[in-house]
């Protein structure tokens, strides 16, 4: 008999139903997509659904400041700044953390980015999350010097939150209509899963898709949803009129 691996439920429909339940528990997920597509507010969604749950969230900005992420989030009914007030969820600048711990403001050398590496990592052991995001992964590749310090950084990131019992979501900046899922091409193969979210024009409309690329440890969907935006709902996502494709 195959036993099932326990699952982290996002809260998002569909997402929960493509993946027969939710994200397998420890996994390492990048969420990809061009710039405005909602990689962002799928990542807080994921974490304050957690906190309904019962689950502890931390979110790490290394984009947008948190005083501008938390105005941008609130205007959607699944944010509530109580959930911060509570200790359930903790936002916390990436680059404060790093500037105060005096590392390097351009590249980190290996020292500095296992410093890095041990802080997020107590942050979480500390906080005992539950769910994680590094929002973006990408800028925080760029302080990395080379390919083998990034492959280092995400593979031990995520074998420690594994550890932790921690379900990480690490959001992927690419430019549109690249076929990678990923800037430097490393984060796609090490993550476990990705989630790709795109652009796609349809009679001069833009329109957001969704689609689940790959899901380490279980079978899941492939195929392509309408992601909407919305203040009630947050992200929601229909299936796509195969006539309208
Ligand atoms: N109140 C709202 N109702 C509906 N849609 C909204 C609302 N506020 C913002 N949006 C949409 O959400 C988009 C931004 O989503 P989000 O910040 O999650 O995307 P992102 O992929 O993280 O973007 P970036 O690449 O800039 O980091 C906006 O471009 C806008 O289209
Ligand atoms: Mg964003």
Same mark, same amino acid.
């Given at each position: 008999?195959?036993?099932?691996?326990?699952?982290?439920?996002?809260?998002?429909?569909?997402?929960?139903?493509?993946?027969?339940?939710?994200?397998?528990?420890?996994?390492?997920?990048?969420?990809?997509?061009?710039?405005?597509?909602?990689?962002?507010?799928?990542?807080?969604?994921?974490?304050?659904?957690?906190?309904?749950?019962?689950?502890?969230?931390?979110?790490?900005?290394?984009?947008?400041?948190?005083?501008?992420?938390?105005?941008?989030?609130?205007?959607?009914?699944?944010?509530?700044?109580?959930?911060?007030?509570?200790?359930?969820?903790?936002?916390? =600048?990436?680059?404060?953390?790093?500037?105060?711990?005096?590392?390097?403001?351009?590249?980190?050398?290996?020292?500095?980015?296992?410093?890095?590496?041990?802080?997020?990592?107590?942050?979480?052991?500390?906080?005992?999350?539950?769910?994680?995001?590094? =929002?973006?992964?990408?800028?925080?590749?760029?302080?990395?010097?080379?390919?083998?310090?990034?492959?280092?950084?995400?593979?031990?990131?995520?074998?420690?939150?594994?550890?932790?019992?921690?379900?990480?979501?690490?959001?992927?900046?690419?430019?549109?209509?690249?076929?990678?899922?990923?800037?430097?091409?490393?984060?796609?193969?090490?993550? =476990?899963?990705?989630?790709?979210?795109?652009?796609?024009?349809?009679?001069?409309?833009?329109?957001?898709?969704?689609?689940?690329?790959?899901?380490?440890?279980?079978?899941?969907?492939?195929?392509?949803?309408?992601?909407?935006?919305?203040?009630?709902?947050?992200?929601?996502?229909?299936?796509?009129?195969?006539?309208?494709?």
């Amino acid at each position: 008999m195959i036993v099932e691996k326990p699952r982290c439920k996002t809260g998002i429909d569909v997402l929960d139903s493509e993946l027969n339940g939710g994200i397998p528990v420890g996994s390492t997920i990048l969420v990809s997509g061009g710039s405005g597509v909602g990689k962002t507010t799928l990542c807080m969604q994921f974490l304050c659904n957690g906190v309904k749950l019962g689950d502890k969230g931390v979110f790490f900005t290394a984009t947008e400041t948190v005083p501008k992420l938390k105005k941008h989030q609130n205007v959607f009914d699944f944010f509530d700044e109580k959930l911060i007030k509570s200790g359930e969820l903790s936002i916390i =600048d990436l680059w404060s953390i790093s500037d105060r711990l005096g590392l390097s403001p351009e590249r980190y050398n290996l020292e500095e980015a296992n410093i890095l590496f041990e802080v997020i990592r107590d942050i979480s052991k500390e906080l005992d999350a539950k769910r994680l995001v590094i =929002d973006s992964i990408t800028s925080l590749c760029y302080r990395l010097q080379t390919r083998e310090m990034i492959r280092e950084f995400i593979f031990k990131l995520g074998s420690s939150l594994a550890a932790l019992r921690c379900t990480t979501l690490l959001t992927s900046e690419v430019p549109p209509r690249v076929f990678q899922y990923s800037q430097y091409e490393i984060e796609e193969f090490i993550a =476990d899963g990705i989630i790709f979210l795109e652009d796609v024009e349809r009679r001069g409309d833009l329109i957001r898709t969704f689609q689940i690329v790959k899901m380490r440890g279980t079978s899941h969907g492939r195929s392509k949803f309408v992601l909407n935006i919305s203040e009630k709902n947050g992200i929601e996502l229909a299936p796509m009129l195969k006539s309208h494709v």
